[in-house]
């Protein structure tokens, strides 16, 4: 069975539109779908394979529907609800990776693309390129590319917690994501990188700092951080890679 079709079963069971997390999370506990690796199915596949067959589903943010008629379209997305819990996206990571790039929480246009760094005035990707000396990447899958090439991974200090908008400092009542055991299945780290004080706060919050790892602090890359310029912010994150 290919994905597109395992994506419309969860679709027609549920009888509503899914954000593209719940139904990586269905597909992964009922195994409707396994992938060669066995690896878990990630709310990204989700997104890339919904986009690529856009004449079966309907999309709306996150939100995932099947293809209908105008009238069931409207039927099919639930009015949108306020929420201001928010949940952190599985790591991009591999096995070879050495450094550990660490934000706080995706913010609302992150969570809406369902994308790392989504905002289109978050400097993270230009960042990522120049310290790199790669090209600045032109889709999610390039960006993606260029961290696994470059032995970098990203991911949140946080799980899960309340969050009202995208600013670091509204967030309250933070679980941890496991950030120990990620280390220990990493034994090539060398590096964890602080993307912003927030996120440096909440480590130490949760966790003890490792003796074998050098950890660095660095300038949000946020669009809210205006303190620094491009190319002082960039002089900052070389720390990473020299």
């Known amino acids: 069975m290919t994905l597109h079709s395992a994506i419309e079963i969860v679709l027609k069971n549920n009888s509503r539109a899914l954000t593209t997390q719940e139904i990586a999370d269905e ?3 009922t195994g409707l779908y396994k992938k060669k690796d066995k690896s878990k199915i990630t709310a990204f596949q989700i997104h890339g394979r919904t986009r690529k067959y856009s004449h079966l589903f309907n999309r709306e943010g ?26 952190s996206f599985e790591p991009i990571t ?31 990707w230009k960042i990522i390129s120049s310290i790199t000396n790669k090209e600045m990447p032109k889709t999610y899958f390039d960006k993606i ?28 009542q933070e679980k941890p994501n496991d950030l120990d055991g990620f280390i220990e299945n990493h034994p090539k780290l060398k590096i964890i990188g602080f993307n912003g004080k927030k996120a ?3 480590y130490d919050k949760y966790f003890e700092r490792k003796e074998n790892l050098n950890y660095i602090s660095l300038p949000s890359s946020s669009p809210a951080n205006a303190r620094y310029k491009s190319g002082e912010i960039i002089e900052i994150w070389k720390r990473l890679v020299n």
Request: charged share 35%; proline share 2%.
């Open 27 to 29: 597909l992964n506990k």
């Open 62 to 87: 996150s939100l995932v529907a099947l293809a209908n008629d105008e009238k069931k379209d409207k039927k099919e997305f639930p009015k949108k609800r306020i929420s201001n819990t928010k949940s």
């Open 94 to 124: 591999n096995k070879n990776i050495e450094i550990l790039i660490l934000g706080t929480l995706p913010g609302d246009k992150s969570l809406e693309l369902q994308e790392y760094y989504g905002h289109s005035r978050n400097r993270f």
């Open 145 to 172: 590319e260029l961290l696994s090439k470059s032995k970098i991974a990203v991911w949140d200090v946080a799980h899960k917690a309340n969050r009202k908008g995208s600013l670091d400092s509204a967030i309250v």
């Open 200 to 202: 440096e706060l909440l």
